[in-house]
């Protein structure tokens, strides 16, 4: 039964490992150049990623990551650059995260819009509050002190790490164990019944756009760190990426199905994808058409079995 139940994260699974074995045949040199590289490149995206599949359980989709991650990048570099302490600029980071999701949360949520309305609608507006602020300029010479949390880069690289895996851990706890993780299963199944069985919808709906602020926030902040400079484009596109991570890894675009498991392992196999195609000198574009052909197939598969249910 166990089994059954999770036979979409095994299948992506051993897509996974099949995927690594024959880059191990194919090109071993990726393993000693690449394979870590890979990870440390993709933890700030699968933090993304755990915000993307709350909002896609709760039946709700939010196009505007791409735009909040790079006025968070923008806010934690522009923050470092003042000489705040990394604290200090790491809140202003997750605050500014919060603020932005609970702007879509407001709107999704109290006042009842489509999200997929409200999220374009909050893309547009920040990536053009963006292009008026900065002028398309980087932010340059981050300090030391902020380039890997003032570490060394192995050092900083083991903490990006392994605080992309304590929120994979707590949320992934968090939404088998909680009550607050089986109320965001209810609303995405059938908001009316989970509002009979005494959840509150709205409250959910708004907490978890509130969730994904931060979290991308805290993506944002650990995609800083890795470079002496942040352009004011670093998330672009990255909402493409995330959905289509978030849906192969088995959340259902219908909501109310998926784990976070799933989502790691969407991540994994997008991410090495990625990665093998530009080791091997492949096409960038071939990149993107691979998310988009994702999507497509994934939500042409839940309507499928909604159909045949």
């Not at 003042?82 to 809140?91: I, S």
């Not at 991540?267 to 090495?272: D, H, R, S, Y």
Request: proline fraction near 3%; aromatic fraction near 8%; charged fraction near 10%.
């Amino acid at each position: 039964m166990t089994l059954a139940r999770h036979k979409r994260e095994l299948s992506v699974a051993a897509t996974y490992a099949a995927l690594l074995g024959v880059l191990a045949i194919a090109t071993p040199r990726f393993f000693q150049q690449e394979f870590l590289d890979t990870w440390v490149s993709n933890a700030p995206m699968l933090i993304a990623a755990v915000g993307m599949t709350l909002v896609i359980l709760a039946k709700h989709i939010d196009i505007s990551i791409g735009s909040q991650f790079s006025i968070c990048a923008v806010i934690a570099a522009f923050c470092a650059k003042l000489g705040w302490p990394m604290p200090v600029a790491a809140g202003a980071t997750l605050v500014a995260g919060c603020a932005m999701g609970a702007i879509n949360g407001i709107f999704v949520a109290l006042i009842g819009l489509p999200s997929i309305v409200v999220t374009l609608a909050t893309m547009v507006m920040l990536q053009e509050a963006l292009r008026l602020v900065r002028q398309g300029a980087p932010i340059y010479d981050l300090p030391a002190d902020f380039q890997w949390f003032g570490q060394s880069q192995l050092a900083g690289e083991i903490t990006l790490l392994l605080m992309a895996a304590l929120v994979f851990a707590v949320f992934a706890y968090a939404m088998k164990s909680l009550a607050a993780g089986r109320a965001v299963y209810a609303v995405g199944s059938d908001t009316e019944a989970a509002r009979l069985a005494g959840v509150r919808p709205k409250r959910v709906v708004f907490g978890v756009f509130v969730l994904m602020g931060l979290l991308t926030g805290l993506a944002a902040l650990l995609q800083a760190v890795r470079f002496t400079q942040i352009t004011p484009y670093s998330g672009n596109g990255l909402e493409l990426a995330v959905i289509a991570a978030v849906v192969v890894g088995g959340t259902a675009i219908s909501g109310g199905r998926g784990t976070i498991l799933g989502s790691l392992l969407g991540v994994a196999l997008l991410g090495t994808i990625t990665a093998a195609l530009i080791f091997l000198g492949g096409e960038p574009y071939w990149e993107k058409a691979i998310q988009g052909a994702v999507i497509l197939i994934a939500v042409a598969s839940d309507a499928l079995r909604r159909r045949g249910t």
